[in-house]
Nanobody, 115 residues
Framework: QVQLVESGGGLVQPGGSLRLSCTAS????????MGWYRQAPGKQRELVAA???????NYADSVQGRFTISRDNAKHTLYLQMNSLKPEDTAVYYC?????????WGQGTQVTVSS
């Protein structure tokens, strides 16, 4: 069983930065891939960034070059550094993983980009 808890969301002006964190409980954090997703009002949930156990990353085209996903296995924590934020980045952000054939999601953290 994996429990995920996100933090770090908030209100930021366009062009600003935020860093999201996701702390995982349970064992084996270093052995499973992790991802950040987001869901804006009226839209489907979408993958923002993902990282493998080896540290390989991939990003949605809309955030490439602005967002960076990373993980600290010793701290059981996943990060998403978000720079040059735009109003269209406004959404609830979720961390997620798949382990043993089951999908696990955090409760989400709100990111609002507005002047």
């Amino acid at each position: 069983q994996v429990q995920l808890v996100e933090s770090g969301g908030g209100l930021v002006q366009p062009g600003g930065s935020l860093r999201l964190s996701c702390t995982a409980s349970g064992s084996g954090f270093s052995t499973y891939p992790m991802g950040w997703y987001r869901q804006a009002p009226g839209k489907q949930r979408e993958l923002v960034a993902a990282i493998t156990t080896a540290g390989n990353t991939n990003y949605a085209d809309s955030v490439q070059g602005r967002f960076t996903i990373s993980r600290d296995n010793a701290k059981h924590t996943l990060y998403l550094q978000m720079n040059s934020l735009k109003p269209e980045d406004t959404a609830v952000y979720y961390c997620a993983t798949t382990q043993g054939g089951n999908n696990y999601w955090g409760q989400g953290t709100q990111v609002t980009v507005s002047s």
